[in-house]
């Protein structure tokens, strides 16, 4: 890692808890990751990044809540990246949904056909963002109650989305509000 300045080597260790990794079954990669991150950081600056992840926590989760169930999120997240629609029963929150004049009724699971763009972890609670009916959408993980990838490739609006502008979008047609998601 030629060209790294000490800044630099320490944001790299500035991590988070295991939270997202341990969800997407990534959490012994991101170490493994970090271990050979620190190994190729320049001798001069391991004692300051070391440090840093010492001494500098960022926890993703709020205060409070418990965590909550990440349930299908393997299936989900072999949809998005094999690039498969998802067969889904989800259990709505019974609030509107735009282009709808009745609410779900809460609690009951419904099907679902959707072709997502990708997974959100925000504040700690996971979301699929996914067409239905060839508009965008945000499915909390937690109410999925299955999830099946069918055979048939995803048929999305928008072919190269940004995932981060389309999960910004939905929620500011939602809430009325901008979202910022960060990359991590």
């Known amino acids: 890692m030629t060209g790294l300045t000490q800044d ?5 260790f500035v991590l988070t808890t295991g939270g997202a990794h341990e969800d997407l079954g990534l959490g012994n990669a991101a170490r493994s990751a970090i271990l050979k991150v620190m190994r190729a950081v320049p001798e001069p600056f391991r004692p300051a990044a070391t440090a840093t992840s010492q ?3 960022v926890d993703p989760a709020a205060w409070i809540r418990g965590a909550e169930p990440a349930g299908q999120l393997g299936v989900l997240q072999a949809a998005v990246f094999s690039g498969r629609r998802l067969r889904l029963r989800y259990r709505s929150s019974g609030r509107r949904t735009a282009g709808t004049s009745e609410p779900h009724r809460p609690g009951e699971p419904g099907e679902r056909v959707v072709d997502p763009y990708g997974l959100v972890c925000k504040a700690g609670i996971w979301y699929l963002v996914a067409d239905q009916h060839g508009e965008p959408r945000l499915f909390r993980v937690s109410r999925v ?19 981060a502008a389309v999960a910004a979008a939905v929620v500011a047609r939602y809430t009325g509000s901008n979202m910022r998601l960060h990359r991590g």
């Open 145 to 163: 109650t299955s999830a099946v990838a069918d055979e048939a490739p995803v048929r999305r609006r928008e072919v190269r989305a940004d995932l």
């Open 55 to 57: 001494r500098i926590l």
């Open 8 to 12: 630099e080597a320490r944001a790299l």
